[in-house]
Antibody, heavy 121, light 113 residues
Framework: QLQLQESGPGLVKPSETLSLTCTVS??????????WNWIRQPPGKGLEWIGK???????YYNPSLKSRVTISVDMSQNQFSLRLNSVTAADTAVYYC?????????????WGQGTLVTVSS | QTVVTQGPSFSVSPGGTVTLTCGLS?????????PSWYQQTPGQTPRTPRT??????TRSSGVPDRFSGSILGNQAALTITGAQADDESDYYC??????????FGGGTKLTVL
């Protein structure tokens, strides 16, 4: 059974870079059938799609975050990562990683359990 | 920028039927947008979203058949038939806009009372 697990610092200072990793177990990230996504949810607010990466390295980003986001993949570790630079308090959120289907876009399953990242000095 | 629209809240009686909708600020939702629906239940830890419906009307594994998806007019729709108390949750739709971009709706809070 495929599982995803987010990891990374729970506290980041304003103006610095948020870095998270998603480790995939029970399956290979090197699959032509899936994309690998990052999604976030600020406290008390809705879900926001951040971006996705294909195992080949092809990426797509939310236009509103594109200038600050980088998603990368490490097939040797079966992981993919998120970097968000120049963070502010508005970037405080639970960050989820999720597998996405290559053919049926917007189908995210399974999800990681999420990790809370707080931006504060 | 295109916004995905959902009604902020809905109420349904136990055993009743409710339809939640998901639209676009400009244009119509079609099957080519691959609408999907996710449930997030307050009070659960962790609050990982649960996949209900994908590709407009395909139920995810383990989802009861009282949840169904469709296109109604120019919107995607999630219908819950025979609502139960534990259906009280936040429901999010996601729409694929093309060019690799997906957008979540703002979510609908469903109350069962």
């Amino acid at each position: 059974q495929l599982q995803l697990q987010e990891s990374g610092p729970g506290l980041v200072k304003p103006s610095e870079t948020l870095s998270l990793t998603c480790t995939v177990s029970g399956g290979s990230i090197r699959s032509s059938s899936f994309y690998w996504n990052w999604i976030r949810q600020p406290p008390g607010k809705g879900l926001e799609w951040i971006g996705k990466i294909y195992y080949s390295g092809t990426t797509y980003y939310n236009p509103s975050l594109k200038s600050r986001v980088t998603i990368s993949v490490d097939m040797s570790q079966n992981q993919f990562s998120l970097r968000l630079n120049s963070v502010t308090a508005a970037d405080t959120a639970v960050y989820y990683c999720a597998r996405g289907d290559y053919t049926v876009d917007s189908w995210f399953d399974p999800w990681g359990q999420g990790t809370l990242v707080t931006v504060s000095s | 920028q295109t916004v995905v629209t959902q009604g902020p809240s809905f109420s349904v009686s136990p055993g009743g039927t409710v339809t939640l909708t998901c639209g676009l600020s400009s244009g119509s939702v079609s099957t080519s947008n691959y609408p999907s629906w996710y449930q997030q239940t307050p009070g659960q830890t962790p609050r990982t979203p649960r996949t209900l419906i994908y590709n407009t009307n395909t139920r995810s594994s383990g989802v009861p058949d009282r949840f169904s998806g469709s296109i109604l007019g120019n919107q995607a729709a999630l219908t819950i038939t025979g609502a139960q108390a534990d259906d009280e949750s936040d429901y999010y739709c996601v729409i694929y806009l093309g060019g690799g971009i997906s957008v979540f709706g703002g979510g609908t809070k469903l109350t069962v009372l």
